[in-house]
């Protein structure tokens, strides 16, 4: 009886809105799926993805954002909610559930939308009951969904602050890096989101979920996630496996000839005059390095690649870790390591960048007491 009353006030704060929590369904609005045939994303959560609050909740300015740098977005889910700004109402932010709820159905949600991206915001519910499991039982959801979705990218986020709760959230939280990186290594294409960060209890409406401003930090936290992983923006593969250059006998046979034109070498005074200047279209690219996320003993970084005034067809970033730091895994780039010596070469994918345009790609690494930014290079190969 007091896990109901628990759960019900956190879904409900403030306005006193009851759910009912369990193993059954939460009644909310269910529309007709919009869709414009851009790439699928699925909001997946509880009532802090629904937006509780503010209808639509941080799906409201992600939005915008997508809108604003060019991308086709197609939200997906079973059900329906937000203004009219909000260009796509769908999403799969079920208010008041746990992660169990939300794992006992997952599976038919992601078969009947098949997003290419899902962005995972789960665990607050179950801050006031069984938080001492649900590191073990986020896992396990994760593993639903990678092997259920296994070509979708997972951001997975550290869960927004709660004022009444903060112990329990601090040590979920906690153990969220681990999770993702176990997963990381095994194969599986997730990514870790430090929403907690991006947020403070000010950002809060009713000491559980977002306000106004909450939510719009949160949506600038999801971008920027998504950005480090382009494809999970524009329904790319990401990087292409490589291997030896096919080879073979090169074609033979006897070289065409025939008579050399003769005759006079024309001759004539040499034009002289000044030579011709103008600007000269630069085939240069910068790079600029950025700490996205940060926890005890790792980190997850994103390097922007921006070509000059001419287009180029590769390129190559180096820098030099000044406090320790190591590369664990990274993505959108092919990184090799030599002491404290770390170079980044462009894959099959995205070495081609336009005049004045970018690329980024990701990585995770390892610190030990400083995490210093270091100074990046880049030369257009």
């Not at 382009?230 to 329904?235: A, K």
């Not at 005890?296 to 190559?316: E, K, L, M, P």
């Amino acid at each position: 009886m007091e896990k109901t009353r628990t759960t019900r006030w956190i879904a409900g704060a403030v306005v006193g809105l009851v759910l009912t929590v369990g193993a059954g369904m939460v009644n909310a609005p269910v529309a007709s799926a919009e869709s414009n045939g851009g790439v699928r994303v699925m909001p997946l959560g509880d009532s802090i993805t629904d937006g509780f609050n503010v209808a639509g909740g941080y799906r409201i300015e992600l939005w915008k954002k997508l809108v604003a740098g060019g991308y086709k977005i197609d939200f997906v889910g079973s059900l329906s909610n937000g203004p009219a700004s909000l260009g796509d109402h769908d999403h799969e932010g079920h208010s008041g559930w746990t992660i169990d709820q939300v794992n006992n159905n997952v599976v038919n949600w992601l078969k009947t939308t098949t997003p290419r991206t899902i962005l995972l915001h789960i665990g607050t519910n179950d801050m006031m009951s069984n938080a001492a499991t649900a590191p073990t039982r986020l896992s396990n959801l994760l593993d639903r969904i990678t092997t259920t979705a296994p070509t979708a990218d997972v951001f997975v986020s550290t869960i927004i602050p709660m004022s009444m709760a903060d112990s329990a959230v601090r040590t979920f939280n906690a153990a969220i890096p681990g999770i993702v990186q176990t997963k990381a290594s095994a194969g599986r294409k997730v990514h870790l989101v430090d929403m907690y960060k991006a947020l403070t209890t000010a950002d809060l409406a009713d000491g559980v979920h977002a306000n106004a401003t909450g939510y719009a930090k949160m949506a600038d936290a999801w971008f920027k996630a998504l950005q480090s992983v382009p494809e999970s923006l524009t329904g790319g593969t990401g990087p292409t496996p490589t291997g030896p250059t096919p080879t073979g006998p090169t074609p033979t046979g006897p070289t065409p000839t025939g008579p050399t034109p003769t005759g006079p070498t024309p001759t004539g005074p040499t034009p002289t005059g000044p030579t011709p200047t103008g600007p000269t279209d630069v085939a240069g690219c910068s790079a600029k390095y950025e700490v996205i996320n940060q926890w005890q003993g790792g980190f997850q970084a994103n390097v922007t690649v921006t070509a000059g005034n001419a287009s180029i067809s590769g390129w190559r970033v180096t820098w030099t870790f000044g406090d320790g730091q190591s590369v664990t895994s990274s993505w959108n780039a092919t990184l090799s390591s030599s002491g404290s010596s770390v170079t980044a070469r462009n894959t099959t994918n995205n070495g081609a960048v336009a005049a004045g345009k970018s690329t980024a790609f990701g990585f995770t690494g390892s610190w030990n007491g400083t995490n210093g930014i270091p100074s990046a290079t880049c030369t257009a190969a």
